[in-house]
């Protein structure tokens, strides 16, 4: 069992940054793969970025490349997602996810979710 608690978010200015963490609870949190989603509202929840469980591999999505950066420290239990150059489009509610099946945007392939830390870019 893992339980994920994100936190970080917040209102930013356009251009602005913001930092989120998620901490895992239980001993296992390094054997998982690490997941950012998001969910504006009226949209689907969507992948941002992902990261492996050694950290060697990550992914992410055409709309926050080069913008975003997704890192963990197995150490502390914690995975962060570092957003910079924030726009108006990134206004969503952030979901960390936790799975064992590779990094993948499929959100049903992800075993534990957090409850959600509120990201506000205003213009």
């Known amino acids: 069992q893992v339980q994920l608690v994100e936190s970080g978010g917040g209102l930013v200015q356009a251009g602005g940054s913001l930092r989120l963490s998620c901490a895992a609870s239980?001993?296992?949190?390094?054997?998982?793969?690490m997941g950012w989603f998001r969910q504006a509202p009226g949209k689907e929840r969507e992948l941002v970025a992902a990261i492996s469980w050694t950290g060697a591999r990550t992914y992410y999505a055409d709309s926050v490349k080069g913008r975003f950066t997704i890192s963990r420290d197995n150490a502390k239990n914690t995975v962060y997602l570092q957003m910079n150059s924030l726009k108006p489009e990134d206004t969503a509610v952030y979901y960390c996810?936790?799975?064992?099946?590779?990094?993948?945007?499929?959100?049903?392939?992800?075993?534990?979710w957090g409850q959600g830390t509120q990201v506000t870019v205003s213009s």
């Open positions: 239980g001993r296992t949190f390094s054997s998982y793969d």
């Open positions: 996810a936790a799975g064992k099946k590779g990094i993948t945007t499929v959100r049903s392939e992800y075993d534990y």
